[in-house]
């Protein structure tokens, strides 16, 4: 039993060695370990080749820039192994990983293997809980559902899975390199409607998913024509779960997921200009009060509304972190004790800020997208975990957002 672990590299340098020793520190040694560097500028491919010539279970392969789908594709194409495992190459392997995912094929009739993971920030690991060591097994139509409408798990993701190599050759699967955003998920659709078998899901954890980036924001003075690659794949996963014969419900949740990114890319983009914002006075009280958790977004709009406004937060003391960073970027706000001026008609400018919560980083997201040129946010862990997508839904109604290492 033999795995070929592919690890697309691209400007990873700061994180490949701790990558690359993860792997060899494994248990498990029966495999084969595919680097594939794709056209990195700094010294990721050279580090690559030095471990190449430590242990010979190292393939190094360099290749012109092209993007992580098609450096996993020449990883498939050289591969070896009867099983497939993806890795980025700015996250690591928790001890005992391919050990996990391989015992997991000992069930009968499995034909894929699911992992758990943690985040990683600030090179620190989450604490992993005790007690986190449940499993399940899942029908072909279950395992639909869950990429679909996630209850249990979060399966989109190429480096929680462990594929079995014949399915991937046997059926031609790739990674569809012109599908922006939801490639991942559109090769993990592609591959369930491949499977007979079933999937076995373990709760314990496999895989440390890096959260040490930052992220760019940027809006272009026109529509981004790559965003319409979300509909198209919407539409490909729709179509491969209608003929793949799945439930009726999961067809419905597809198609769902198909109208609703057609609708917020056709739709919203299209809408006629609204009429200007008026400023208005907020105090946050609880309900049915306003709530505290909006303040923070509408103070990034009254920034930019017409007059004064005023909000008072009498819920929590430190609601107005995200402010110094909006004045920052072009906003006049003041603050006396818990009432913030704002004096709006201002227009904003991209800037380096940080996010220091949740709400805090929703702000200042929504800052830059209005802003004019580029506005790079910090620490968005707290953005990536408490909005859902929140990459993907944006870009579908034309923003330009990019996860970036700093």
Known sequence: MKISI??????????????????????????????????????????????????????????????????????????????????DSDDALLPG????????????????????????????????????????????????????????????????????ASIIKDNNLLFNKDIYTIDDRLFMVSYICAMKGKAFHTT???????????????????????????????????????????????????????????????????????????????KTLGYPGFPTDLQQPFVTLLATSHGKSTVEETIYENRFMNIPYLNKMGANISIKERVATILGANKLHGEEVVGTDLRACASLLLAGLKADGKTIIKNVEYLLRGYEEITEKLTNVGAKIELKEI
């Open 97 to 164: 990983c391919l050990e996990t995912l391989v015992s997991g094929y000992d069930n009968e009739d499995v034909d894929l293997v699911v992992g758990g993971y943690i985040y990683s920030r600030d090179g620190v690991d989450d604490s992993i809980p005790e007690n986190l060591h449940q499993s399940h097994l899942f029908t072909r139509d279950q395992i639909m559902r869950e990429l679909l409408i996630p209850k249990y798990f979060n399966l989109g993701m190429p480096w929680t899975n462990l594929y079995k």
């Open 204 to 282: 314990t954890p496999i895989y440390v998913y890096n959260l040490g980036v930052g992220i760019t924001v940027q809006v272009k003075g026109k529509y981004d024509k790559r965003n319409k690659t979300i509909f198209d794949g919407q539409t490909i996963i729709y179509k491969l779960v209608k003929e793949g014969h799945f439930s009726k419900k999961n067809q419905r949740w597809a198609r769902f997921r198909m109208m609703n990114s057609y609708y917020m890319k056709k739709k919203y983009p299209k809408r006629q200009k609204t009429s200007k914002i008026k400023n208005v006075d907020i």
């Open 6 to 87: 592919i690890v697309p590299v691209y400007n990873t340098s700061k994180y490949l060695a701790k990558c690359i020793i993860s792997i060899l520190e494994q248990s498990f040694c029966d495999y084969e370990l595919l680097l594939v560097d794709d056209g990195s500028t700094d010294n990721s491919g050279t580090i690559c080749d030095e471990y190449a010539l430590q242990d010979p279970r190292i393939q190094v392969f360099h290749k012109p820039n092209g993007g992580v789908d098609s450096a996993r594709n020449l990883g498939i194409e050289k591969a070896k192994g009867d099983y497939f495992y993806f890795v």
